[in-house]
């Protein structure tokens, strides 16, 4: 299994283009999960999906959209660049909660390098 | 408010235990702990979680207080590749499905020395 993998490895990007961030998994996860992470501080989830037509809002959605059409796929896009979005963004998923209990294991692309300048 | 309280960073011999705290003392009754990491420029990398017993994997051990209120990530033998960011993370569980994503604070800047 490659796991999660994303696409590109680093972008620059000029005010106001657009974009789209890949992500896909070979796990066979239901859920999918876009964080990004700005120098020297943690993660910040942006939008996560528990299956095939279905997303939903993290922490810091302004500015971004998901679509999920399959399983393996949750593309990321960004419209209207700004400088804020400079950032690590970071794909994970994981399997659903099993018996009754929330205890998922998220697993995490390499991530894609943005720059907007 | 912050849910966990880590040192920022910590320095350990390369081959002793690397032991890492965590202080959660608001943590609820339907709350587990996880530790993940983060090498350099790479994704977190899931370790290990608990609830309230302590737990052990090929990674690492969780060792919970009785209280809940703290636990300590122990790296038995350090090795240079172990030098990362420790994430402790309190995440609650439930019934029903739904999800939430992992709530990364800044973590313990982990340096195995040679």
């Known amino acids: 299994n490659a796991g999660v993998t994303q696409t590109p490895k680093f972008r620059i990007l000029k005010i106001g283009q657009s974009m789209t961030l890949q992500c896909t998994q070979d796990m066979n996860h239901n859920y999918m999960y876009w964080y990004r992470q700005d120098p020297g501080m943690g993660l910040k989830l942006i939008y996560y999906s528990v299956g095939a037509g279905i997303t939903d809002k993290g922490e810091v959605p302004n500015g971004y959209n998901v679509s999920r059409s399959t399983t393996e796929d949750f593309p990321l896009r960004l419209e209207l660049a700004a400088p804020s979005q400079t950032s690590v963004y970071f794909c994970?998923?994981?399997?659903?909660?099993?018996?009754?209990?929330?205890?998922?294991?998220?697993?995490f692309g390499p991530g894609t390098r943005l720059t907007v300048l | 408010d912050a849910k966990t309280t880590q040192p920022p960073s910590m320095d350990c011999a390369e081959g002793r235990a690397a032991n890492l705290p965590c202080n959660h003392s608001?943590?609820?009754?339907?709350?587990?702990v996880y530790w993940y990491r983060q090498i350099h420029s790479q994704g977190p990398q899931y370790i290990i979680h608990?609830?309230?017993n302590n737990e052990t994997n090929e990674m690492a051990s969780l060792i919970i207080t009785e209280d809940r209120k703290s636990s300590t990530l122990i790296l038995p033998h350090a090795t240079l590749r172990d030098t990362a960011v420790y994430y402790c993370?309190?995440?609650?569980?439930?019934?029903?499905?739904?999800?939430?994503?992992?709530?990364f604070g800044k973590g313990t800047h982990l340096i195995i020395q040679p």
């Open positions: 608001t943590i609820s009754g339907n709350e587990y």
């Open positions: 608990g609830l309230k």
């Open positions: 993370i309190v995440r609650p569980y439930f019934s029903g499905g739904g999800a939430d994503g992992l709530t």
């Open positions: 994970a998923s994981s399997y659903p909660p099993t018996s009754g209990t929330y205890t998922d294991t998220q697993y």
